[in-house]
Structure formats: structure tokens, C-alpha cells
């Protein structure tokens, strides 16, 4: 028998999929594919917004409650377009084949990992009968045809792909690409026609685990997710699981302790190629070696890239930090076994400005600068603010942080305390959220208490935060709001208050 996965696979029209949760940043994109490889797609999310929008535009039928009907709704579709197709053979035997389970051999319900598994939507696509899956079995499925370059690592993920899919598509190379956030000028995804297919391989909900990568990229191993992965252990033994696939070629960064550790760890004699940002007293060398020659505040950085001792380019990145350099290493690597030449891949990174949410510009006012990062982990925090530092030596910097999910904040709460230091002055919102429940075992208040900066303070809501800073900032302040959830409306209140 055929199964759903040779049908989406062959790229079988006849499958409708339906995603609940096709707002968010896991399924949209996928929803985004799909459309383009010509399938048809519903899917429904709490509330509209501009994912949801685009997809509409795009042939998508969007619902924007998420209960039972709505599978119900698209079987009743279906049978009354199958009753119409065989009107010569009488009501009857269309009412047959419309129990007959052709329908919903025809449907896949895709759930996003926030959907539980009471919900009304999954509880009436099972009691149709209709296959109901997560990420880590529907892409393996899709992509299966394709040499799928998987990006994964704690940090830096997305931007990583981001470097990957503007390299590659500037080299003429039409790739494929899943992005879980927006490329300016790209969107967040494309189906692409090469053979080649670049997905931001997220660890969450152990959806990497599915995958089969012809390519993998590792940026770096630091534990995160703790509502998933409730121990350092848990989470290293889930990238092991992913390195172990042995791809054709697995690339990582000798710079983190996390990804060497599970470099070395590794019993294959598959290729591993390693990158790096070179530091004076450094004894090892990758494979790709970037040295660094510092430029003045403002001006991009020259970095040289060197393999086996040899000169191979000079970079010039158009985003600031370390953190990104490496990035832009990892992208370069990848390029270059796709047949990049590593001076187009550096031309192409010249003139790459981020993404959304990752140290994005929002605007200036009244002499202010308002940034905006994804940052919610302590090592991101950090390496953000120390690229602002770098970029904005003599500025003040205020750090406006909204700590992400409560198991997180619990787990790292101490280093998130001391990860402010290259920031003036700090805010703390209350925590956001997301998919947990507040069982009182910490707060934000926490996070204020155990830091030693000097100038840090409680700020719960969003508009407390805003106030504040509205009442405080001052010409030539760099003012960056920091978190996955919406700690960015802060800097656009700001900035409306300013312009005012």
C-alpha cells in the first residue's frame, strides 16, 4: 500500500495538507514549500498575522479558530467535490465513497510542537482516520529527494542558514530553503528547484532527529530547552543522535567545547570539516581558520580565511560580533561544497545585513538607536551585547531583556544574571510565557536579585519598560530589546513615544 510518505515524497497533488499552528515560525514556512510544489494547504492558528496573511495570498485556506469544524469543514469539502465529479452515478454511491476512507487517505494533518494532544483539531483528524504528524516525520518525507544541508546548534541557527541561502542563490544555485525566521529580500522560505535544500534544523522537540542530512552543520552544543531536554546529558546525547547519522559531510566549530566535545565523541570515519575564529594562543587549527584584523568603531571588520596556512580570501561581514564571524565561516564552508568559490561566498556576505530579529536596526529617533535581537539564551545575551559594545564603544547601551519560558529562566537563571555586563543599564520584564504555566517557582524579580550590575531593575510589563525609557534615554543611547517572545513592541513604542 502507498503510504503518505511516498505520496509527499513523489509530490502527489492529490494530498491536502493541513497545518495547525500555520502562523508560527515552524510550520509557515513549510506551509510556504508546500504551496509552491503546487499542494493544496489549509491551516488554522489562533489569531491572523503576517504569516498567515502570505500564505492566504498564496492559495492557502486560512482558519483563525482552531476547533474541530475545520476538519470537518474540509471533508465535508471534499465528499461534495467528489459527489460532483461522479453526479452521473446518483447521491448514494457519492455518500459511499465519501465514508469509503478515499478522503482522508487524501488529507495529512501537520501539528506544530505548542499543539497539545488533546486538542480539537487533532482529536477530530484522528477519529476521521487521517495521519497526524509532527516536523520530525513529515520534512524527512518531503525532503527526501532532495541533498538537504541541515544547519543545527544551540545558537545561531538561524542566521547561519540565512548566510547559507543568500550565498548560494546569489551563485546562481536556485536552492531550496526553510528559515525560521526572514531573509530580506528572500522571505522565510522557497521549494527551489536545484537539487540542493538548506533547513534550519531545529533541536526542539527532538524534530532534527527525523532528518537525514547529506550536509550537517553544527555551530555549537549548550544546553537549552530544559522543558524538553530536562539535563545538560539529554540535550548532548540528542546532537549525538544527529552527528551520528554520518553524512556526507559534517562541519563544525572547533571554537565551542560543546561541538568538539561531540566532534570527538563521534566513531566514524566520515569526513568532518572544522572552522574557526582564530585567538592568539590557539594550538589547534581547523580547516578553515579566520584571523581577525580589528577596524575602527563603525567600519567592517577585514577578517582573513586561511586553509591548511594558506590565504584563501579576505571578509568583510556586514554584521557585527564574533558570533556572526563564526556564522559566516559555517556558511562558507557549506558554499564551498557546493562549488562556491569562496570569493563569491565572501562577496555575497559583504552585503549581508542580518535578519529579522537578529540585531536588526528597528530605527533612530531623537538621537536614539534601537535595536532588536532574538537573543533569550545567556550566551546569546552575551554575545549580543558584546558585539553592541564593539560596534558602539562610546555609547550608553541599555539592555531591555524579557526572560523566555519559566523552565529556562529556572534552569539558567544564574548565568542569566550575569550576562548583562557590557550593558549600561538594564531593564528586566516579567517573564514571557510562551507554551508554559507560571507554577511560582521563579520570576524575573529573581533574575534582578542574584545580578551584580549596578544598574539593573525590575520593570514588569511592557510599558513600564517603555516608560522608563521614554523618561531616561538620551541623544546617542543604544537602546536593544532582547527575547523570543514580544519584547520587541518595547523599541517600537519607544520609538513612536520619540518621534512624537
Sequence with gaps: MTTWQDRLAEQDKTLHVHLIGIGGAGLSPIAKVLLELGFSVSGSDRQSNANTKLLAELGATIFTQQVAENINNLLAQSGLEQANNIAQSGLEQANNIAQSGLEQANYIVLYSSAIAADHSERLAAVAHGISVVKRDEFLPALLSKRKLIAVAGTHGKSTTTSMIVKVLLEAGIDTGYIIGTTLPGYGNASAGSSSYFVLEADEYDHMFLGLQPTVSVITNVEWDHPDCFPTAQSFEDAFHQFAAKEAALTISCLDDAGAEKLRTSIDSNAPWFTYSVQQPDQEKAADLTARVERAAPGEKTSTVLTIAGQQVGVLQLGVPGDHNLRNALAAISVSQWCGVSIAQACRSLRTFNGTARRFE????????????????????????????RNHYPTRRIWAVFQPHTFSRTKQLQAAMSASFSDADQVLVTDIF????????????EDIVRQSSHQSIRHTPTLADATAILRNEVAENDVVITLGAGDSYRIGEMLLDELRR
Design 433 to 444: 510565557a510562551a507554551r508554559e504555566e507560571d507554577l511560582g517557582e521563579v520570576s524575573a
Design 361 to 388: 536596526t528597528k530605527g533612530e529617533a531623537a538621537g536614539v538607536i534601537v535595536i532588536d535581537d532574538y537573543a533569550h539564551h545567556p550566551t546569546e545575551v552575551r554575545a549580543t551585547l558584546d558585539a553592541a
